[in-house]
Structures are given as structure tokens and as C-alpha cells.
């Protein structure tokens, strides 16, 4: 099966701040942790010879892509790409690179959070409505730890398929459509794409159901945050990565949904008044795509970029400020 080609959001102005404070002349290292399609990865790889990259994907279709990639560009001495959910990373670093450790940490991480245009595309995997295919959207398909979506729309009860839709799809008809599956699902559990996405058309008004968003669009992005738990990882591991950096290393978050870029949001601003791993946000607005990268990529339309950066000190607020006004 082959690797469909991801187009990698915000390259440049990711690689740009990850690499800012850099020190000429010696090994600096990065984690990539949501590898995908390698974009990001090997244009650091691309940027210095110097720089190594750590890497991690749970999808067993990017690993087994990457795998290649990095035999075809002869990049196995400077990356190395772990089989495993980003939540576990903090947990392994130190015993999977010590080297990194030994060089007081790393000089960036990067996440770019969801899934890949591989996904979409490959109708086996669940993620479209646009093609029929089982429903399963796991990022990691071949393991049992998460629910698929149809064991989700199958077994959740109406009040829990009304509230994921809600907040995680700001679904309007979200209370009509977890009826209408209770409904279906009595008669013949839903067990494809095609088949839900039929059941969520029906329950839009007929005026609303050609417009320029697909109906399902929402429901379908709501069920893949919750089989994949993309929250939940998301705020169990940010933290954590902050003591991984070395001091003027940073963490960057590329997210695409608004409850992830809050999480981001809230989570650094926990981290930039906590005097543990003292760091500063670099973005006090996130970065976004500019017209002409949304014009060749529509889905980097709603990404956003937060940066932050690991400092020795925490700046004293000017305290005398107050007095002389
Ligand atoms: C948006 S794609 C990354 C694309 C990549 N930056 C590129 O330029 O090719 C996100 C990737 O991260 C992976 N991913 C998402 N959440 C993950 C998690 N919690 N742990 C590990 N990998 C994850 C997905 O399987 C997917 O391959």
C-alpha cells in the first residue's frame, strides 16, 4: 500500500524557530514526534548536517513509509523514528537517547497534531466519508488499546454520541443525529463510512445538505478525536516535554481544531508562570498560513503555531513599575 504524500503545514516558519538559537558548529538535536509523511523531519535534516532528529509516529503506515525514506536518503547515522503514542515519550527518552542527554537535551520538539492526508486517503483506514471503508479511525490500527468508531457509534449511548459531537464537532443537529444512529443502530449496527454518512444526511435539512461543507464533516472529525483520545494525550503530554530541552530549546505545536490550539494555549501559559522549567511564550499570537499556503494546501487553513522557548531564569517583572507612575 502506498504512502500518500502529506504536504507539510508551516515547514518554514516551524524549522525557523526550532532551529533560531542553534549553536554554529555542533550537534544539535530535535524530536519530531508526530513523524507522518517526514516533512518536517528531514527538512531539519536538510537545514544542517549537523542536526539529528528523534522521531515518532503510532501509525504503522508512516513508520513502515519513514523506515524506507530514511534507507532511500541514506539518513539512518541522523534519525532515528520510534514506534510509539507521543504520551509515552517523556516516559522513554532518557533510556532511548541518552546521547541527547549527554548533550543537555533537546534543541527543539515539534508536534503536529492529527492525522496525516495518508489517512484521508486511504479508505481502508476510515477517517472519509468521501470513500467507503470500514469505520475504524485509530492511528494505530493495529492495536486493541483504542475503541474504533464503530464500536463507538455502536455501544456509546445517545447522550454520550450528543455530547461528542457537540463539543468536539460543534455539530448544530447533534442531538437529531445520535437519535437517528440509536435508531439505525437497532434495526442493523452501522458498520461503514457510507452508511453513516447517509444516516447524518438525512437528519440536515434539505436546504443544507449541498453546501460547501460536507454534513458529516463534523461528526466524522468528532469521532476521530475521541477513538484516538487526541486531547487527552495531547494535555497528559506537554508538560512533560518542557524538561527535555535543553536551556533555549523549544517547543512548537502546530494544531488544527480550537479546543487543541486552547489546550496549547492554556497548558504554556500554566508552564511560563510555574518557576520549575522556567520558559517564555515566543507567540503571543499563534503564527498562521499566509494566503499563498492556503492556497496550495486548504487544509493548513485552520492550523496554528505556538512557540515556546526553556529559559535559565525567569524574568523578574519590573516591581517598581507600580511606583513611579
Ligand atoms: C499531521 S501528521 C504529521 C505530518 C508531518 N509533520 C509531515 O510533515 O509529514 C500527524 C502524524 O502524527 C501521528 N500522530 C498523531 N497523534 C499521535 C500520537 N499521539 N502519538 C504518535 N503519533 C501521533 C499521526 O499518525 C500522523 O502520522
Aim: charged share 30%; proline share 4%.
Amino acid at each position: 500500500m502506498s504512502y500518500t504524500r502529506h504536504y507539510s503545514v508551516l515547514k518554514q516558519e516551524c524549522i525557523g524557530n526550532l532551529t533560531d538559537n542553534a549553536v554554529v558548529g555542533e550537534v544539535s538535536y530535535f524530536a519530531d514526534l508526530t513523524f507522518g509523511g517526514g516533512g518536517h523531519s528531514f527538512e531539519l535534516l536538510y537545514t544542517n548536517p549537523l542536526f539529528q532528529v528523534r522521531s515518532t509516529d503510532q501509525d504503522p503506515d508512516a513508520l513502515r513509509n519513514g523506515e524506507a525514506r530514511i534507507a532511500e536518503e541514506k539518513m539512518s547515522s541522523r534519525i532515528k523514528l520510534f514506534n510509539t503514542n507521543f504520551v509515552r515519550f517523556p516516559g522513554i527518552a532518557k533510556e532511548e537517547c541518552p546521547e541527547v542527554f549527554e548533550a543537555d537535551g533537546f534543541q527543539g520538539i515539534l508536534l503536529d497534531l492529527g492525522v496525516s492526508s495518508h489517512h484521508f486517503d486511504e479508505a481502508g483506514r476510515g477517517f472519509s466519508f468521501r470513500f467507503e471503508g470500514p469505520l475504524d479511525m485509530r492511528m494505530n490500527h493495529k492495536s486493541d488499546a483504542f475503541l474504533t468508531a464503530e464500536e463507538i457509534v455502536n455501544t456509546y449511548s445517545e447522550e454520550q454520541l450528543m455530547k461528542i459531537f457537540s463539543e468536539y464537532g460543534e455539530e448544530k443537529f447533534s442531538k437529531k443525529i445520535a437519535v437517528k444512529i440509536c435508531e439505525e443502530r437497532k434495526i442493523k449496527p452501522v458498520t461503514t463510512t457510507k452508511e453513516l454518512e447517509n444516516i447524518i444526511f438525512h437528519c440536515y435539512p434539505k436546504e443544507m445538505r449541498y453546501g460547501k461543507t460536507n454534513p458529516s464533516t463534523r461528526v466524522f472529525q468528532a469521532l476521530r478525536l475521541e477513538v484516538n483520545r487526541e486531547l487527552e494525550v495531547l494535555t497528559d503530554t506537554i508538560t512533560h516535554l518542557i524538561p527535555l530541552l535543553k536551556i533555549g530549546g523549544r517547543l512548537a505545536i502546530i494544531s488544527f481544531h480550537s479546543l487543541e490550539d486552547r489546550i496549547v494555549k492554556n497548558l504554556f501559559k500554566e508552564a511560563s508562570q510555574s518557576q520549575d522549567f522556567p520558559v517564555e511564550i515566543l507567540t503571543k499570537k499563534p503564527i498562521v498560513p499566509g494566503e499563498e499556503e492556503i492556497f496550495n494546501n486548504s487544509r493548513s487553513r485552520s492550523a496554528k503555531l505556538r512557540v515556546l522557548e526553556r529559559i535559565s531564569v525567569k524574568k523578574e517583572k519590573n516591581k517598581y513599575k507600580q511606583d513611579f507612575r
